[in-house]
């Protein structure tokens, strides 16, 4: 099974910058899709972006012309660039992984979530 470990978080004034990042490690045979998702109090969990192992790309409304994310299949590692922050992006930032096992099983796994903090 493959663990992933998010880090990059952190207390940023409105419209400073954040990238995060989220590696997956362990027993890997295949990832396909890698995403993001945050949940701030008193919300529910949210997708912010995601990316294919192809590369295709699905951003909310919310992170649209602000954040772009990639990721490095070399590294097993994807990436969720976050410029112009505002508060309402303050959140706990999770990573979302679809892998497949060698008999093409798929499951999923989730970090342990990241928090960002926007000051206005």
């Known amino acids: 099974q493959a663990q992933l470990v998010e880090s990059g978080g952190g207390l940023v004034h409105s419209g400073g910058s954040l990238r995060l990042s989220c590696k997956a490690s362990?027993?890997?045979?295949?990832?396909?899709?890698m995403s993001w998702y945050r949940q701030a109090p008193g919300n529910e969990r949210e997708l912010v972006a995601s990316?294919?192992?192809?590369?295709?790309?699905l951003f909310a409304d919310s992170a649209k012309g602000r954040f772009t994310i990639s990721r490095d299949n070399a590294k097993n590692t994807m990436y969720l660039q976050m410029n112009s922050l505002k508060p309402e992006d303050t959140a706990v930032y999770y990573c979302?992984?679809?892998?497949?096992?060698?008999?093409?099983?798929?499951?999923?796994?989730w970090g342990q979530g990241t928090q960002v903090t926007v000051s206005s």
């Open positions: 979302k992984t679809d892998f497949l096992t060698g008999d093409n099983a798929p499951y999923i796994v």
């Open positions: 362990g027993s890997i045979f295949s990832i396909k899709a």
């Open positions: 990316i294919t192992s192809s590369g295709g790309t």
